[in-house]
């Protein structure tokens, strides 16, 4: 299993999302030296599916964020598809519940030492309470995320996806062990667009996030590379 960054540029992750492969594959080669992983999300993998991982996977370590959310057969059977890719981390959903992630991560054991680190999406970095609220939810997002985390850790997960404003919060609850992904993530002065949860590359690491996903403050820069170079520059080593 790919392991925690030690700091700076290694903490870094560029959501390449782009239904274009080949923008995609020049996004790669201009970032790759300046992050520790390359995420592959559903824009890129509906358009350019498998090969487009394996594309990546020649510059960086690959994400494959695919969020996948089914019975547990279908989820472990999605999984024993996309081992033979060799990505570095995948996520699901953890309100598929916890006969879904232990179905995941049994059929991840399969691939050895090899296999992905299993991130459980809590409460997407999109939705305020307000939004939590419609879906039947009436707490706080935070709280959401809390119960959400533990069942999936306890499910097997090794990580979890969640907004920079919970980050301290499941530290304080969890300790050091599982790992920690943070969308949401604006470096100052960048247009938050529909991300409701937020907060700095800086603030986001001191709440004890392991790695950032930084997605169009990078991609929409008039430079990438350069945005992405800044940005893991300020991270603490
Ligand atoms: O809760 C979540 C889970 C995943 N994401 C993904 O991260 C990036 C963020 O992109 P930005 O352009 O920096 O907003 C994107 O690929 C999402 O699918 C998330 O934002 N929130």
Same mark, same amino acid.
């Given at each position: 299993?790919?392991?925690?960054?030690?700091?700076?540029? *290694?903490?870094?992750?560029?959501?390449?999302?782009?239904?274009?492969?080949?923008?995609?594959?020049?996004?790669?080669?201009?970032?790759?030296?300046?992050?520790?992983?390359?995420?592959?999300?559903?824009?890129?993998?509906? *358009?350019?599916?498998?090969?487009?991982?394996?594309?990546? =996977?020649? $510059?960086?370590?690959?994400?494959?964020?695919?969020?996948? $959310?089914?019975?547990?057969?279908?989820?472990?059977?999605?999984?024993?598809?996309?081992?033979?890719?060799?990505?570095?981390?995948?996520?699901? $959903?953890?309100?598929?519940?916890?006969?879904?992630?232990? %179905?995941?991560? !049994?059929? @991840?054991?399969?691939?050895?030492?090899?296999?992905?680190? +299993?991130? %459980?999406?809590?409460?997407? /970095?999109?939705?305020? !309470?307000?939004?939590?609220?419609?879906?039947?939810?009436?707490? =706080?997002?935070?709280?959401?995320? +809390?119960?959400?985390?533990?069942?999936?850790?306890?499910?097997?997960?090794?990580?979890?996806?969640?907004?920079?404003?919970?980050?301290?919060?499941?530290?304080?609850?969890?300790?050091?062990?599982? !790992?920690?992904?943070?969308?949401?993530?604006?470096?100052?002065?960048? @247009?938050?667009?529909?991300?409701?949860? /937020?907060? /700095?590359?800086?603030?986001?690491?001191?709440?004890? *996030?392991?790695?950032?996903?930084?997605?169009?403050?990078?991609?929409?820069?008039?430079? &990438? %590379? @350069?945005?992405?170079? %800044?940005?893991?520059?300020?991270? &603490?080593?």
């Amino acid at each position: 299993m790919i392991p925690r960054p030690a700091g700076g540029a *290694a903490r870094l992750i560029p959501a390449l999302d782009t239904g274009d492969a080949a923008r995609a594959g020049a996004l790669a080669a201009a970032l790759a030296p300046h992050c520790g992983v390359l995420k592959v999300g559903l824009e890129l993998f509906c *358009a350019a599916g498998p090969p487009a991982v394996a594309a990546m =996977a020649r $510059h960086a370590p690959v994400f494959l964020d695919l969020k996948l $959310h089914d019975i547990p057969n279908t989820v472990a059977g999605a999984i024993r598809s996309l081992l033979p890719l060799r990505p570095a981390m995948v996520t699901l $959903h953890a309100a598929g519940g916890k006969a879904m992630i232990a %179905a995941a991560r !049994a059929e @991840a054991g399969k691939a050895g030492a090899e296999r992905p680190m +299993l991130l %459980a999406v809590t409460v997407l /970095t999109s939705m305020d !309470a307000a939004a939590l609220a419609a879906t039947g939810v009436p707490d =706080a997002p935070a709280e959401q995320v +809390l119960r959400l985390a533990r069942m999936a850790v306890e499910a097997g997960a090794d990580g979890l996806v969640c907004s920079p404003q919970e980050a301290a919060l499941l530290r304080r609850a969890l300790g050091t062990g599982p !790992a920690l992904v943070v969308p949401g993530v604006r470096p100052a002065g960048s @247009a938050a667009g529909d991300q409701a949860r /937020t907060a /700095t590359p800086d603030e986001a690491v001191a709440a004890g *996030a392991d790695w950032l996903v930084i997605g169009r403050p990078i991609t929409g820069a008039p430079d &990438p %590379a @350069a945005a992405a170079a %800044a940005i893991a520059a300020s991270l &603490p080593g």
